[in-house]
């Protein structure tokens, strides 16, 4: 099957850094690539759709300029949190669908666990 | 809006069969899925319906009525290792593009 991979897989920063997290469609061309966040014990809540070579699409309630999605190529697309802070503690996974995974599936990256201190 | 519902926990014997419920409103329905996932660890995808009925994948079934907005989730022969939350997720059309929108999640336990 399509393999996702995220990196790094945990992460912790200080409060006002920031953090990058890459999504790599491993063995497929990834058209879209979704990011999802989830805090503990609840469900996954997409924050942004990006195609590659297109500005992302965010969701509703989520800011832009604090979140910075690029897809640059077909295999990559990354997450910055900027100026991190506690509250951004999360678990962030991506998804990706593309040639291989048809329009049926998305599949979805192992995630990555922030934590800011 | 959209709104999905699923019960938040749900306890069942080992070797038995538990059914999970779902309901969901949402425009642009375009297909609903079943996804598995353990604590820490992403989704993993177990089943799809976009037409009425059932469709049945080993151990796994998933019902849907498109009419009634419900689906349900159908294990049989339950192993310990099935306890993980259950995330129901409807497709939904909007603004040129599918995205997925995850229910809550329901949180199984299998004792022996």
């Known amino acids: 099957g399509a393999v996702v991979s995220q990196h790094p897989s945990w992460v912790i920063c200080k409060s006002g850094t920031s953090v990058k997290i890459e999504c790599r469609s491993l063995d497929f061309q990834a058209t879209t690539m979704f990011w999802y966040r989830q805090f503990p014990k609840q469900s996954l809540m997409l924050m942004a759709t990006?195609?590659?070579?297109?500005?992302?699409?965010?969701e509703q309630g989520v800011e832009k300029d604090k979140f910075l999605i690029n897809h640059a190529s077909l295999t990559l697309s990354t997450l910055t949190v900027t100026s991190a802070h506690p509250e951004d503690s999360s678990f962030y996974i991506c998804s990706a669908r593309g040639d291989r995974t048809g329009d049926l599936e998305q599949y979805f990256g192992p995630g990555t666990r922030l934590t800011v201190t | 809006g959209q709104n999905i519902d699923q019960p938040t926990e749900m306890t069942a014997t080992e070797g038995a069969i538990v059914q999970i419920n779902c309901t969901y409103q949402?425009?642009?329905?375009?297909?609903l899925f079943w996804y598995q996932q353990h604590a820490g660890e992403a989704p993993t995808f177990l089943s799809y319906?976009?037409?009425?009925g059932l469709e049945e994948k080993g151990r796994f079934s998933s019902f849907l009525s498109r009419s009634k907005g419900y689906s349900y989730l159908l294990l049989k022969e339950l192993q310990m290792k099935d306890s993980a939350s259950y995330l129901c997720a409807v497709r939904s059309f909007s603004g040129g593009y599918n995205k997925l929108i995850f229910g809550a999640g329901t949180r199984l336990a299998v004792h022996p």
């Open positions: 319906n976009v037409l009425d």
């Open positions: 990006s195609n590659e070579g297109s500005k992302a699409t965010y």
């Open positions: 949402t425009s642009g329905f375009n297909g």
